[in-house]
């Protein structure tokens, strides 16, 4: 269990217990596709051999949300319905109309409901109930939108907002290439990519490339602005910072334990490393932007 992704949002209100969640996320519960469903959205617990909806390592706790879709292309209900029409056609004389069309295709996608396959997918999330924050691992704008939809819907009272710095991440990523300090907690790796601020939007991209400050200075007094940059916090995890406040493949380094344990004692293990180490990452992120904004 290791989060590769880290969109963070801070929890506004609401007063959240372990007991509280546990019983309001087994309330909505994920309930397979009926026949007659395209798709289906609810809970699960984070991992399969488990009953309960919520890991918890005292004050962190881990759940799981996931939709289940039925998988019927377009094309093979269009392609059913018209040999459908064309069978129609051929027995009345004359090409249907556009309602009986319209019906038709419709008649043909509840007729193959019920064969499509299903497919699940799961976005997990961590609560630290120490920071007030939610995590979720992601890099979707789409799935973080309809995770928090549906956690606010479940657990009443509890409101989120995007986590905000200060000082934006382009604004400092673009300060630190120029040559400004940045905390020793921090190294800069060796991909970047810079965009420029016209309607063209021209794009610089470089990947396992070391980093000059003259050269991607040159870029910046350009008129460009950095919007990714790959970095390693404190030697022990790598990630690239993205100008949305996103971090995306996130890697620990040489910090998680040899699999010698069972499954069940790796995967807590796993959990206490790395919500201690990634809330620390958080934090020195937020200062190194200037701090969180919560105006």
């Known amino acids: 269990m290791w989060f590769r992704n880290i969109q963070a949002y801070r929890i506004t209100s609401g007063n959240i217990t372990l007991n509280g969640l546990e019983e ?174 016209s309607d063209e939007k021209e794009t610089i991209r470089y990947s396992h490339h070391i980093l000059d400050t003259d050269e991607t200075g040159r870029h910046i007094r350009s008129g460009k602005k950095v919007i990714k940059l790959a970095m390693t916090w404190n030697n022990k995890i790598s990630f690239v910072l993205h100008d949305n406040l996103q971090l995306r493949r996130v890697m620990p380094q040489d910090i998680l334990k040899e699999p010698t344990e069972s499954t069940e004692e790796m995967f807590a293990s796993d959990f206490t490393i790395m919500t201690g180490e990634l809330s620390q990452l958080l934090n020195d992120v937020i200062d190194a932007l200037g701090g969180e904004d919560r105006d």
């Open 24 to 197: 309001a996320l087994a309330q909505q519960a994920l309930q397979p596709c009926t026949q007659m469903q395209m798709q289906s959205r609810g809970w699960l617990p984070p991992r399969d051999e488990q009953v309960n909806f919520v890991h918890a390592f005292g004050q962190q706790w881990l759940i799981a949300f996931a939709v289940d879709r039925k998988l019927l292309p377009a094309s093979v209900v269009n392609q059913q319905a018209k040999e459908r029409l064309a069978k129609i056609a051929e027995m009345q004389g004359y090409k249907p109309g556009k309602k009986q069309v319209r019906d038709i295709k419709e008649a043909t996608l509840i007729e193959l409901m019920p064969r499509a396959f299903s497919q699940q997918q799961r976005t997990y999330a961590w609560i630290d109930g120490v920071a007030n924050r939610l995590i979720l691992d992601t890099a979707s704008a789409n799935k973080a939108d309809e995770f928090v939809e549906c956690l606010i819907k479940s657990v009443p009272g509890v409101t989120l907002a995007p986590l905000e710095t200060k000082i934006s991440p382009s604004t400092m990523m673009t300060r630190w290439l120029s040559g400004d300090d940045l905390s020793t907690v921090f190294t800069i790796d060796r991909d970047c990519e810079l965009q420029g601020m």
